[in-house]
């Protein structure tokens, strides 16, 4: 079973772990900045906000696809030219689909109206179905990173179920790691150094260490959706 406590463990204990991730965290920080400037958000935040997210994504390609391949290292090798061809296929493979899904699930959501609370349940369930959607078909760009793996509609009928279950449970790990850790940790940088670019950093560099882990977990989720139903 696909372990967050492994994931964390592999991404701390990574060759050069801190300084890729410190390396990474640069321009989260420096985006963050653009949208909390003293004359309010500048106007090049939106253009560093795509740009950092192309980022971070081609980073969990990378990451993911290096624990699937069972590389000795987890997080990518910091080759601009690489982790950019990376998200280009990724956006190719994924993007189309993610976009089509999205289309139909907000189309199907604003068709309901019953009660408010059964309203957000139905919903909620939908958005966790296409998620999951999404996720397999990541998952199996991930295996070798062939745009058209990504469409096998097959694999992702057979296990787009099973994820909506993973996604809940992954969620839940994640927060219940997440919240000790991120609050020791930020109320020591909160008391040494307070409020500000320390304390800011110090968020980028969680996040990007957080993405690390998913792209970790994920290796994990397609060993036990594709790889292990593949021996049995």
Known sequence: MASVIDSFREVFGDRLAFF?????????????????????????????????????FGVLIETTHNVVSEQDYVL?????????????KGLIA?????????????????????????DISIESLIWLLIAS???????????????LDAFDIKAIYKNA?????????????????????????GYAFYILFGFGHIFN??????????LGVIGHYMGQVHYELFEYNKEV
């Open 201 to 210: 950093f110090f968020c980028a560099f969680a996040l990007v260490f957080n």
């Open 161 to 185: 179920g099973d994820l909506i279950l993973i996604l809940l449970v992954f969620i839940l790990k994640l927060l219940a790691v997440n919240i000790p850790i991120i609050a020791f940790f």
């Open 94 to 118: 994924i993007g189309p689909f993610a976009f089509v899904l999205y289309l139909i699930a907000n189309f199907f959501c604003n068709l309901i109206n019953i009660a408010p609370w059964l």
């Open 20 to 56: 890729k991730i410190f390396i990474l965290s640069i321009p989260v920080y420096y985006t963050y900045g653009l949208y909390v400037t003293p004359k309010g958000v500048s106007k090049d935040f939106l253009l560093f906000a795509v740009l950092t997210v192309l980022l971070l």
């Open 76 to 88: 990518p090798v910091l080759n601009p030219f690489k982790i950019v061809f990376d998200i280009i």
């Open 133 to 147: 959607i999404v996720m397999s078909a990541f998952l199996l760009f991930c295996t070798h990173k062939r745009v």
